[in-house]
């Protein structure tokens, strides 16, 4: 089984809040980053640009301004609020590689 249909349903989250959200849609709106998600077994990649999802792709790119690593199981854990973002990161069950700020617009994604 798949993230895929998750991951799906978080890019149809995220549209919906800022299709629906002006102060949403004005703070991603400046946002021009790529997002690799390397699950391991499974690799998804995203492009935010104009608040909007784009590119979205079952595979890495190169040069992501965002990498996220970590296990189909500990994001579904994170996505459903069981596993504490900070925590996560502190154990390892998860790591980030990007510049700080761009990491700081991840939240804004989810």
């Known amino acids: 089984m798949t993230v ?11 549209e919906h809040r800022v299709a629906k959200d002006d102060e949403v849609r004005e703070k991603v709106m400046p ?13 998804y990649s995203l492009h935010v640009k104009d608040a909007a999802i ?34 996560a990161y502190v154990t390892k069950k998860i790591q980030v590689k990007g510049k700080i700020q761009d990491i700081m617009h991840l939240k804004t994604l989810l």
């Open 31 to 43: 946002v021009d980053k790529t997002i690799n998600i390397d699950l391991g077994t499974e690799f």
């Open 4 to 14: 895929e249909p998750m991951i799906k349903r978080m890019i149809e989250k995220f």
């Open 54 to 87: 784009q590119e979205y792709k079952t595979e890495l790119i190169e040069n992501a301004d965002i990498t996220l690593i970590t296990t189909p199981e500990y994001l579904t854990q994170l996505v459903e609020g069981e596993l504490r973002p900070m925590r």
